[in-house]
């Protein structure tokens, strides 16, 4: 794959990324509804930011499908959850390609934007234990 074909392909998944938080912010309210608002404008962020990356080596951006096939559609806060960390961690390993571009800024670009997803993530399960089965006293 060359830099440009992991460019789209990061486009692709931050399309997909847009369009999950539109319907996960559609279908939730309050704390939930309000970093899942965040979360949608840093990924039309992260999008805009890959077309401009991708027009700049001359080459056409991916487009965004009209729809995209999620594992759930969220009715409830914990299926909105669900979604929400799917989501990030696909990001997450979408970016991990793009980390072994051929340019250096690419690859910093890629390591931030996962580093960002991956805290994102985290914050829709805060219950998450960092070393389960050790007390926060240890």
Do not use: C, N, W
């Amino acid at each position: 794959m060359t830099d440009v074909d992991k460019l789209r392909k990061a486009l692709a998944a931050e399309h997909a990324a847009v369009y999950a938080y539109g319907l996960i912010g559609a279908r939730t309210t309050g704390t939930l509804r309000s970093r899942a608002t965040a979360a949608f404008d840093a990924h039309r962020a992260r999008r805009d930011q890959l077309r401009t990356l991708i027009t700049a080596r001359q080459a056409a951006p991916t487009e965004a499908a009209p729809s995209y096939r999620l594992p759930v559609t969220p009715s409830t806060a914990t299926e909105a959850v669900r979604l929400a960390v799917y989501v990030e961690q696909g990001i997450t390993a979408t970016y991990l390609e793009l980390a072994s571009a051929r340019e250096e800024p690419l690859r910093r670009y890629a390591a931030l934007a996962m580093q960002e997803s991956v805290t994102r993530s985290y914050s829709f399960r805060p219950s998450v234990t960092a070393f389960p089965g050790m007390s926060p006293a240890q």
